[in-house]
């Protein structure tokens, strides 16, 4: 099974970015569709985006298309979530996740994931 550690987290103003990372460690990371959730005080958790192993095929919430960008580098086990033009709205915490199998390009659930990190930290300010 796949570890996953996030990081990049933090408190920035509204308008402002972050980048958060996933780093994966124990199996190749090359090996898993991967994805990010969120979650806010009191509520489910979230889908945000999702990349295909090979990062041909992204797919996004509409809450945050043309904010946020998913990306990957394999060779660095890494997987990135760019997030411009951030709102109040958007503070959560933040999860990577590796899916159980090959993602359909849609609405991801977060039963569909089969390793999860810690989560990180994500507060915008007004």
């Known amino acids: 099974q796949v570890q996953l550690v996030e990081s990049g987290g933090g408190l920035v103003q509204a308008g402002g970015s972050l980048r958060l990372s996933c780093a994966a460690s124990?199996?190749?990371?090359?090996?898993?569709?991967m994805g990010w959730f969120r979650q806010a005080p009191g509520k489910e958790r979230e889908f945000v985006a999702t990349i295909s192993r090979s990062g041909g095929s992204l797919y996004y919430a509409d809450s945050v298309k043309g904010r946020f960008t998913i990306s990957r580098d394999n060779g660095k086990n890494t997987v990135y979530l760019q997030m411009n033009g951030l709102k109040p709205e958007d503070t959560a915490v933040y999860y990577c996740?590796?899916?159980?199998?090959?993602?359909?390009?849609?609405?991801?659930?977060?039963?569909?994931?089969?390793?999860w990190g810690q989560g990180t930290q994500v507060t915008v300010s007004s």
């Open positions: 996740a590796a899916a159980r199998s090959v993602l359909p390009p849609k609405k991801s659930r977060p039963a569909d994931f089969g390793s």
């Open positions: 124990g199996r190749t990371l090359s090996s898993y569709d």
